[in-house]
């Protein structure tokens, strides 16, 4: 069996792209690189908005169970409420905080634009006499600072003596 190489000139001397192909590759390579970096910024506003929700509802959390931690005993004689008393969580009851958001940021809080704030409101209401039961609810409203758009997260308790 023999081969036979043969040597052709199949291409001419002049190849290349033309400008035209180099063009719509450079126009295919900015839509690629834009939807890259619009889909990393979003990425990142995402995961920022979780990180703040995630702190406000750490503070939501803590104010509720701040409340249901007090000492409550309807039975006992004689009655009393507030600090120290047989009733440390009096109905109806309505307090509200401000706090700093407990998240990873850069700059001064004290300063008046400081946009990490979360406002904590706890309130307590008695939903029945017989049997004693009372709710704890606990709002943390914040500002995602990116849109300006405002959120709360909220936690409701309900409690009965001595639990």
């Known amino acids: 069996m023999r081969l036979r190489l043969e040597k052709t000139n199949s291409h001419p001397r002049n190849t290349g ?19 890259v970096i619009y889909g ?3 990425i990142n506003r995402m995961s920022e908005w979780s990180a703040i929700s995630l702190a406000a509802q750490s ?13 409550w005993r309807p039975h006992d004689y004689p009655a009393a409420t507030g600090y120290g008393t047989m009733d440390e969580m009096p109905a109806p009851y309505s307090a509200t905080t401000n706090y700093i ?3 990873p940021i850069k700059g ?29 609810r606990s709002d943390a409203a914040w500002t995602f600072y990116l849109t300006g ?11 009965a003596p001595d639990q």
Request: zero cysteines; charged letters at 15%.
């Open 17 to 35: 792209f033309t400008l035209v192909e180099i063009l719509v590759a450079f126009g295919i390579f900015a839509l690629v690189s834009s939807g």
């Open 149 to 159: 758009k405002k959120y709360t997260n909220t936690v409701i308790l309900l409690r």
């Open 101 to 103: 958001l407990d998240i």
């Open 40 to 42: 990393y910024v979003q």
């Open 108 to 136: 001064n809080p004290a300063s008046n634009d400081f946009a990490f704030f979360v406002t904590n409101t706890v309130t307590i209401t008695k939903l029945s006499d017989n049997p004693p039961l009372r709710q704890i």
């Open 59 to 71: 503070y939501a959390s803590q104010g509720a169970e701040q409340v249901r931690a007090a000492d």
